[in-house]
């Protein structure tokens, strides 16, 4: 058995071939101002509110996301104006077509958000992605896009109340100073 197969449960250190189990969370509310046990938390903090949501994207709605995103990065290398175009409209019509082959409008993704990362369940699984692993939180005219080391995640506005989308704004808001200025390539 090689070493990377053994995985521990948490608390009693034993190998065991199943999924690793998540620490719970105590079921009474979690105040922002209650002292903490000194560990260092990988994530922002802000609050400990937890969002729950569901999303159905639609293609019109995931392509604006794209455009708009590819935009930011293209923009960014400073290529000029018909080369910008073009790979804007090249990557967002890859993006769509990656939509479609992928069947993304037919699943109901189930997203819960919380100081230790982003859960989002469908039916073809479940994705777990630490804070750590989160690069930005970018606001567009649809929603929110999470860049993550590998990839983005849409969350629309239409899925998130007011209450909710100033959550989210703390965790953006919390992600930028964590993440400090970057050197330029």
Same mark, same amino acid.
Request: hydrophobic content about 45%; charged content about 20%.
């Given at each position: ?14 190998? *065991?071939? #199943?999924?690793? !189990? ?7 509310? @979690?105040? =922002?101002?209650?002292?903490? &046990? ?62 479609? *082959?992928? #069947?993304?409008? !037919? ?7 919380? @100081?230790? =990362?982003?859960?989002?369940? &469908? ?63």
């Amino acid at each position: 058995m090689s070493w990377f197969d053994q995985r521990t449960q948490l608390g009693d250190g034993s190998p *065991v071939g #199943g999924p690793l !189990r998540r620490e719970s969370v105590a079921s009474t509310a @979690v105040r =922002g101002d209650a002292p903490d &046990s000194g560990a260092p938390v990988a994530g922002p903090a802000p609050r400990a509110e937890e969002l729950h949501f569901k999303v159905r994207y639609a293609l019109p709605e995931y392509i604006s996301f794209m455009w708009q995103h590819a935009g930011y990065l293209i923009r960014r290398r400073r290529i000029g104006r018909l080369a910008t175009w073009w790979l804007l409209a090249k990557s967002t019509a890859a993006a769509a077509m990656h939509f479609v *082959v992928q #069947g993304r409008s !037919r699943h109901l993704y189930d997203f819960q958000i919380d @100081v230790h =990362g982003i859960i989002r369940t &469908s039916n073809s699984g479940v994705t777990l992605v630490p804070w750590a692993d989160v690069s930005a939180i970018r606001r567009y005219s649809r929603g929110y896009m999470m860049v993550l080391k590998r990839g983005t995640l849409p969350i629309p506005f239409r899925c998130l109340s007011g209450a909710q989308a100033g959550v989210m704004d703390v965790f953006a808001a919390a992600i930028r100073p964590a993440r400090g200025a970057r050197p330029l390539r």
